[in-house]
């Protein structure tokens, strides 16, 4: 049995980075800021941005993408995987 309380969510505004206890798991803030916190985003916008972002980096050169791969995603390139998935659904549909 938890001694906390799970918050009313209905009252937090809806953003990606909200947990479900209510606090923000984006920034090193305890709670949720509301709708005046300045990265409120919903996750149709951080789909537009993360998709947007994922172009970009397969547009660098190779050698940038393997410098980035391994400083930030442990070595893997995901934006090169959401690639070759699209790649092989398309495929799929020829089929």
Do not use: H
Not at 16 to 44: D, N, P, V, W
């Amino acid at each position: 049995m938890s001694i906390y309380k799970a918050p009313d969510l209905s009252k937090f505004p809806d953003c990606y980075g909200l947990s479900i206890m209510g606090k923000c798991s984006r920034l090193t803030l305890f709670y949720c800021q509301g709708k005046e916190c300045a990265f409120k985003q919903s996750k149709e916008e951080y789909s537009v941005l993360k998709q947007s972002a994922q172009k970009r980096l397969a547009s660098l050169s190779i050698s940038k993408q393997i410098r980035i791969a391994k400083k930030y995603y442990g070595g893997s390139m995901p934006w090169k995987e959401d690639e070759t998935m699209a790649e092989k659904m398309a495929e799929s549909k020829n089929y």
